[in-house]
């Protein structure tokens, strides 16, 4: 099959080449070549929205995997730069809203951006998913069917989140409600955890949407590579026990019982970050010393088997202190370096920061620091990149189209309206684009000069090199 490419500019194209001539052996992560070549992509080559790199048109899509510390696509690395959205399936679920999913797709695919994530829950509350145990509005199902037949279409691959720690979209509190009103004796959400009932309630839903067959694709769930990953639960905490030994036996028993019915796509827990007993060496990196008390442990739940990647949160406005200061900065920069770090020796997987964001609600906000401060997320992630580290990648909270900002909780992000902020974004999504390209591309690395501008301006893929 051809393969097309679509050309970014032609400085870029004239550096890819004195990299590719410069470059021996068959990795990028340690060559000056690539930091120059970073360098250079420059938001002045971003005027006009993100063309990508290298696109591959017409190939089918595989499942993203793990290989070590690393995502892969076909054996390939697959380095992340995605949002969050969390409405769009209730948003699809109403006709006269559906077309927003369309629009937030299309402007988070304008600016490179590859992964969302987004919850596949909805449990007792308006326009519910769930109704009750077991019991499911096939309207809103359709929506979410929708969402990731969209997604398809827009290259844009999907995080499923399975319920909520908190109470919006029904979370653990819907379950405890439903386990009393059968007539169990509950006396806390965190039976949420413990309870085997409630346990068997969380194990339908997964089992129901996992098996899902997408009205619009006819494929199921579980086979569909649109679906990046799924995730546990959002920011799971049990903090009616901080050894954490509770929340340990739940994502156990619940990540072997994924992996049971669907060992093709990956899966995360969707926890926060928190250091906890299991690391007292640890325990510094965190935000505060309340932290290590919400009975997560960020070592200990993710050597858990069925666990594919590790998951990061990163609200410094919220832990560290609500006034903006470059004090927000230094905590992400070493917030992140540690836990990649130790994705790297003690987990031997790729970590993804999953949520991280600003919210305009806050003391001294500016445009400028949410740039500032989502570059520092982007360079960070950009030097584990560079070394093969364990920095997989980011979803930024959050991206909004126009006219939904009546669900704005202060952290969104429309594009249309935030020309620093999407210069900001895609320059990531281009230098990781330009990273994964080389490096589905190292076969050719010993090639010659002639073949290495066949590649580039010819367009073929067949050359013998």
Aim: proline share 3%; aromatic share 12%; charged share 20%.
């Amino acid at each position: 099959m051809a393969v097309h490419y679509t050309i970014l500019s032609l400085k870029l194209i004239f550096l890819i080449a004195v990299f590719v001539f410069t470059v021996e052996g068959d990795g990028v992560g340690n060559n000056q070549q690539f930091d120059l070549l970073v360098e250079d992509t420059t938001e002045n080559h971003l005027s006009h929205g993100f063309d990508g790199v290298v696109e591959k048109e017409d190939d089918p899509w595989s499942m993203v995997e793990t290989r070590q510390n690393q995502f892969v696509v076909d054996g390939q690395p697959f380095y992340v730069n995605g949002f969050n959205t969390y409405w769009l399936m209730i948003f699809a679920a109403d006709q006269s809203t559906r077309g927003k999913v369309t629009e937030l797709f299309k402007q988070a695919a304008s600016v490179g951006l590859t992964v969302c994530r987004t919850w596949a829950f909805n449990d007792g509350q308006w326009r519910a998913l769930q109704k009750s145990p077991s019991v499911y509005d096939e309207e809103v199902f359709k929506g979410l069917d929708f969402v990731i037949s969209e997604a398809k279409k827009y290259k844009i691959r999907l995080i499923l989140s399975l319920a909520n720690n908190w109470e919006a979209f029904g979370g653990k509190a819907q379950y405890v409600k439903w386990g009393k009103a059968a007539g169990l004796n509950l006396t806390s959400d965190d039976d949420f955890f413990s309870d085997s009932t409630v346990r068997s309630y969380y194990k339908a839903h997964v089992k129901t949407v996992l098996n899902r067959v997408n009205s619009f694709t006819n494929v199921m769930y579980k086979d569909d590579p649109t679906i990046f990953a799924w995730e546990l639960m959002n920011e799971p905490r049990c903090t009616s026990d901080p050894s954490g030994d509770k929340l340990q036996g739940w994502i156990q028993e619940m990540a072997v019982y994924v992996k049971s019915m669907d060992p093709k796509h990956l899966l995360e827990v969707g926890l926060e970050g928190f250091y906890g007993p299991s690391t007292p060496n640890r325990v510094q990196f965190n935000p505060n010393t309340y932290a290590q008390q919400v009975g997560t442990d960020f070592i200990r739940n993710h050597k858990v088997l069925g666990v594919d990647f590790a998951s990061v949160h990163i609200y410094a406005d919220t832990w560290v202190s609500q006034t903006i200061s470059d004090a927000h900065l230094q905590f992400t920069k070493s917030w992140m370096e540690a836990h990649i770090e130790d994705a790297e020796k003690y987990l031997g997987m790729p970590v993804l920061f999953a949520e991280f964001g600003v919210s305009s609600k806050d003391p001294g906000y500016n445009s400028s620091f949410r740039d500032a401060f989502i570059n520092s997320v982007y360079k960070t992630l950009l030097d584990s990149t560079k070394k093969g580290g364990s920095g997989g990648g980011s979803l930024v909270w959050q991206l909004f189209p126009e006219g939904t900002e009546n669900m704005d909780d202060g952290y969104a992000i429309v594009l249309s309206k935030s020309p620093s902020t999407s210069n900001v974004i895609t320059l990531q999504s281009t230098r990781l684009s330009l990273f994964n390209s080389m490096c589905s591309m190292k076969c050719r690395w010993g090639c010659k000069k002639k073949n290495a501008m066949d590649l580039l301006f010819l367009g073929h893929h067949d050359h013998d090199l």
